[in-house]
């Protein structure tokens, strides 16, 4: 009855294992799509800045040319 309540603990045991392990690999594919998502986040506000600047330049050579034509 001892090692039958053995073998049911270290059946017990390896699922808790397996279950670290697999855990442990989830948190490893969640910490590879964050960094792929902050590296997605940087790209797009990088670029969010770059249209502002344009669109703020675009903006001042209208008025600019809007100036030079009277209006």
């Known amino acids: 009855m ?5 073998k049911r603990k270290e059946g017990i ?3 808790f294992e397996t279950a ?3 855990l ?3 948190n490893a594919e969640i ?3 964050k ?3 902050a590296e997605a986040i940087a790209k797009l506000q990088a670029e969010q800045k ?3 600047n344009l669109s703020s330049s675009n903006k001042k050579s209208i008025n600019t040319l809007a100036s ?3 209006k």
């Open 2 to 6: 001892v090692a039958e309540f053995k």
């Open 13 to 15: 045991l390896a699922l």
């Open 20 to 22: 670290r392990k697999d």
């Open 24 to 26: 442990e690999s989830l």
């Open 31 to 33: 910490a590879a799509e």
């Open 35 to 37: 960094a792929s998502n």
């Open 50 to 52: 770059e249209l502002e």
């Open 68 to 70: 030079f034509l009277g």
